[in-house]
């Protein structure tokens, strides 16, 4: 059974499209996040919600917006798809905020 | 090969031989470290990780090293095997009520059969 559970793996699509890419942990964890890996392998927070409401908005543009309809899950909104947007984008959670967290498999945003 | 262009610390070992790949953190209210490992096409997993009240802690063929007077982590892989080829980063947790994982820049380690 896959702990944190990320789909689509691979997203390819159009300048100016817009996307949701969607998370599931099913370690009942109270504490999720977004991050997103650039080509360099540099890895940078971008959200943290903690029990559906949201702890950490680490100034990213307000074209993401991330939902978390409970506890279990946490989506990620991408309106107007930059060029700059392409990475690789990670869920994680914690069981609680500051724990140790637990990453996704990822999902390969190519912007075109 | 995965590393080209990519301008991440590498380190080369011998199978059989122990790695040691350092970390320097910035923040001295930093109270949380924590070793990831991510191979290929795969999210970050975690390794081991360390308080700021301690400075060793040993999981199975891992250690890491905690100063805190010079701001350094290090993990260190003994019997290093081919399995153990992946980019490794340091985190350090901070922050009381907005408490977030700072990621380090990653270290590629290429075990040589």
């Known amino acids: 059974d896959t702990a944190v559970s990320q789909t689509p793996k691979y997203l390819v699509t159009q300048m100016g499209n817009d996307k949701s890419i969607k998370c599931e942990q099913n370690l009942g964890h109270d504490t999720m996040y977004w991050y997103k890996q650039d080509s360099k392998k540099f890895l940078k927070i971008m959200f943290s919600y903690n029990n559906k409401e949201l702890i950490i908005n680490e100034t990213v543009p307000n074209r993401f917006s991330p939902k978390s309809p409970d506890k279990a899950h946490l989506n990620l909104h991408i309106n107007s798809l930059e060029l700059g947007d392409s990475a690789v984008y990670f869920c994680?959670?914690?069981?609680?905020?500051?724990?140790?967290?637990?990453f996704g498999p990822g999902t390969r945003l190519l912007v075109l | 090969g995965e590393s080209v262009g990519l301008h991440l610390p590498t380190l080369s070992v011998q199978e059989g031989d122990n790695s040691i790949i350092n970390c320097a953190y910035s923040n001295s209210a930093s109270d949380y470290f924590i070793w990831y490992k991510q191979e290929s096409g795969k999210g970050p997993q975690f390794i081991i990780d360390?308080?700021?009240?301690?400075d060793k802690r040993q999981g199975q063929r891992v250690t890491v090293l905690l100063n805190k007077t010079v701001k350094h982590l290090s993990l260190q892989i003994a019997a290093t095997q081919p399995g153990d080829s992946a980019v490794y980063f340091c985190?350090?947790?901070?922050?009381?009520?907005?408490?977030?994982?700072?990621f380090g820049k990653g270290t590629l380690l290429t075990v040589n059969p």
């Open positions: 985190a350090e947790g901070s922050g009381g009520s907005n408490y977030k994982l700072t």
């Open positions: 994680a959670s914690s069981q609680v905020d500051g724990g140790t967290q637990y």
């Open positions: 360390i308080r700021s009240n301690m």
